[in-house]
């Protein structure tokens, strides 16, 4: 019975040992050991170390495997299925720490990983324990594509604002405080209080100031060339811009840059002509009370005719000529026809002599004449024709597009003294019209048969009334 019981145990005993056994190979099988570390000189996760240490596997990628094993420079070494390298060799910028979950807005939400992962194309680069030729110190940042860029626009349009900042030329008093800097030879310059002169003196032979611009207190520019001014628009309108305003540093540069190499044969007639014209103007506003003012205003208008594309003739222009046209038509004519000066047609000039009557269809008169009689009662239309004189000031004037004031009985252009009125007045009403206004001069009994008849027999005037008239004339 004993033995029995000592057999058992020693049996159980036997058991017990190939359970724990059987147990530690289990373990070996299941549990993962920390792999060592493969690069020379560095003991992580060996017996010795009391840590474990994360590690990472070589890469299936042959080309970045091969990049792993020149990196960690051990001779003839060729990783097998284990062969690990630890965290300590990577670069920070080479682990994530996080995952990153896409939203349908585009941005991700990020959770932080326990153990990193390697980034993509990430290779070993520092080895601590060994010489330091073999370490490598990647950029010091490396950030995804879309946010370099990002941020390389950004830098970039800062930049351009400050730039574009320190362009800008706020007032003259901060072009006096750089002249000096900016304007080198052969420009000289002189700081005024309000203005400052910025100028080429020409010295191969009597010396004298070929070309200056000066910059007044709002940042405008004049020029002067030869003793003459230019037209700034002209020279520098490009580079001044609509404003014509010396307002930045580089428009600075330009203007010396351009006016540099300016020469008179440069300039276009327009150029030339716009000198004559502002020299002309400034004579003209020295003096307007002077004999020779009205001459010169005439040579500019003329002038300016000579060369413009679009003629367009100003009001003194045209009342100087239709003063001429009227008195004698054929002086005008010949002196048109010599083409010494621009001047209008005469059918140009006839337009703007419509007097106040029947003639024109779309006359806004006879238009008002035509509705109202359209709204007289029948006994309305029975009207008496009243004719009368209203004496005035014999005068030209121009006005919206027409000469006014011309006498129509007229051969020669003489301003009108009277006024001879037409006006209908209803028999068996109140209602009064005007109906035709004939500025005239010395008018004869002839002239007056001739309008009278004019404003009775108009279709126009038919349309109005019906013929009550005879017994005022
Ligand atoms: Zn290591």
């Known amino acids: 019975m004993k033995q029995n019981l000592q057999r ?8 017990e040992h190939r359970f724990k056994c059987y147990l530690l190979n289990f373990s070996c099988v299941f549990v993962k050991m920390p792999r060592k570390c493969c690069v020379p000189c560095c003991r992580s996760n060996y ?76 290779y070993p680069t520092k080895f601590p324990n060994q010489p330091h030729y073999l ?40 072009i006096k405080e750089n002249v000096a800097e900016k304007v080198k030879d052969p420009w000289q310059h002189t700081v005024k209080e309000n203005s400052i002169f910025i100028y080429k003196i020409e010295t191969s032979d009597c010396p004298k100031v070929s070309i200056c611009f000066q910059i007044l207190s709002n940042l405008t520019v004049n020029i002067f060339y030869e003793n003459a001014r230019l037209d700034t628009k002209s020279v520098l309108g490009f580079v001044l811009g609509n404003d014509l305003k010396l307002d930045k540093w580089t428009k600075f540069d330009c203007v010396l840059s351009h ?16 000198v004559i014209k502002i020299l002309l103007h400034e004579l003209i506003e020295a003096d307007s009370e002077n004999d020779y003012s009205e001459k010169l205003k005439f040579i500019s208008a ?65 238009k008002y004449l035509k509705e109202k009689g359209k709204l007289l009662k029948e006994h309305e239309k029975l009207v008496n024709l009243l004719l009368d004189e209203i004496y005035i000031t014999p005068k ?33 009403s109140s209602n009064k019209e005007v109906v035709s206004l004939v500025p005239v001069k010395n008018m004869t009994a002839e002239d007056l048969l001739r309008y009278t008849k004019r404003v009775i027999l108009h279709e126009k005037f038919s349309n109005y009334c019906e013929f009550g008239v005879g017994n005022t004339i």
């Open 8 to 15: 058992s145990l020693s049996c159980l005993k036997a058991l």
């Open 47 to 122: 017996k010795t170390e009391t840590t474990s240490t994360t590690t990472f596997g070589f890469p299936k990628d042959e080309e970045l495997k091969k990049k792993w094993i020149s990196s960690i420079n051990r001779k003839d070494f060729l990783p097998g299925s284990t062969a690990a390298v630890c965290i300590n060799h990577f670069d920070e910028q080479h682990l994530i720490w996080e995952y990153r979950i896409p939203q349908k807005d585009g941005s991700a939400h990020t959770i932080e990983r326990k153990r990193p992962r390697l980034a993509d194309g990430a």
């Open 135 to 174: 370490s490598e110190d990647l950029p010091k940042t490396r950030k995804s594509p879309s946010l370099r860029k990002a941020e390389e626009i950004t830098r970039a349009e800062n930049q351009f604002s400050e730039w574009c900042e320190a362009d800008n030329i706020k007032s003259l008093n901060e």
């Open 259 to 274: 006016l540099n190499s300016f020469e008179a044969k440069e300039m276009s007639v327009n150029q030339k002509l716009s």
């Open 302 to 366: 003329q002038l300016t005719l000579a060369f413009c594309k679009k003629i367009r003739y100003d009001s003194d222009i045209i009342l100087w000529c239709a003063n001429l046209y009227f008195r004698y038509p054929s002086a005008y004519l010949l002196i048109r026809k010599t083409g010494s000066l621009t001047l209008p047609h005469q059918t140009y000039l006839r337009r703007f002599t419509t007097t106040l009557s029947m003639d024109n269809e779309d006359n806004i008169h006879v």
């Open 396 to 428: 030209l004037d121009y006005k919206g597009g027409e000469i006014l004031g011309i006498a129509d009985n007229s051969e020669e252009c003489v301003a009108a003294s009277t006024v001879q009125t037409f006006m209908v007045s209803s028999l068996f």
